[in-house]
């Protein structure tokens, strides 16, 4: 069964905001989403642990303004060998740094 977290990164870069999520699972993809539109980024860092169980960790960087004004995005992590999606969402109204 795949896991994900997400949540805001500590400390503050001027004029954006920084979320992070971690996806655990057998052979996990994660993708970021902003309402239905799918958000490309190139930071992400995999790693796999004793048990064979791989962790994907990606950050985002959001302009102040965008988080700022409510948007939502997604986090959402898949495993087709598993064939299981999970998802977590976080807002400005919801994070909690």
Known sequence: EPSIEL???PGEVLGQQTLVCSGRGFNPQMKW???LHEL???NHGI???TNACV???SQ???AETE???GTVFICE???KSLNKVVKKEISFCSGKP
């Open 47 to 49: 790693s796999m642990d």
């Open 55 to 57: 962790t994907v960790t």
């Open 40 to 42: 490309h980024t190139s």
């Open 33 to 35: 989403l902003n309402g």
């Open 7 to 9: 949540l805001l990164a």
């Open 77 to 79: 992590v898949s495993d």
């Open 67 to 69: 988080w700022k004004s």
């Open 60 to 62: 985002l960087h959001v």
